[in-house]
């Protein structure tokens, strides 16, 4: 099992996908593989996830994918026996954190506030999802936070794009962070799969700036 820090260590920005259909998901795979951009969030979102993520894996495990929107401990265990490397949470739940560190997953429960944060540091868990990071206050909201909590680190992901992903990754003990905007769901649904490389290609130059 990989931890956090692997994971994230070379790969600074996860793109995250919502998926309805398994092709799509090997597709999509595909590109992440060819274009040297080794990461996915597949959310659990849609009911085929579980099975498109197993599917993804199976087909390329080399790719680290991990399972996104995980509500609670029944999904931390579907994303468990579906091969995920980590499960990431909109919020921080006490059971899905439990049931991850039982099951030994890496988890990213996601915080917006210093009592969700607290929650998160009572599981010894000190690397969080700032989520939805721009409406949530974005930057700012993140130095505010981290001042009192020194030790933690944000992954932050909700309204982060190409054109603001780089002021986040500079941002201090922000370590990666996530985007829908690589892999839009329309882009996948429409099967532009050539839009979707060429965004994966920009991100990828952008990483180099
Ligand atoms: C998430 O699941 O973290 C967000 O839905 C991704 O947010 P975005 O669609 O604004 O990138």
Redesign the pocket.
Known sequence: MKNLDTIFHNQPVVP?AMINDIQDGLKLATILIREELPILEV?FRTKEASDILKAIKDHYPDLTVGA??VLNAEQAKIAFTSDADFL?A?GCNPRTIQTAQDLGMPILPGVNNPSAIEMALNYNVTTM?F??AEISGGIPMIKALMAPYQDIHFIP?????NENFQSYLATERVIAC????MVDKKLIEAGNWDEITRRVRLIKEMLKQ
Not at 157 to 161: A, L, P
Not at 178 to 181: K, L
Request: hydrophobic share 35%; no cysteine; glycine share 22%.
């Open positions: 995250i959310t996104g929107t990431v909109p999802k989520f939805p992901t909700g309204g982060i794009n996530g985007m829908s905007w």
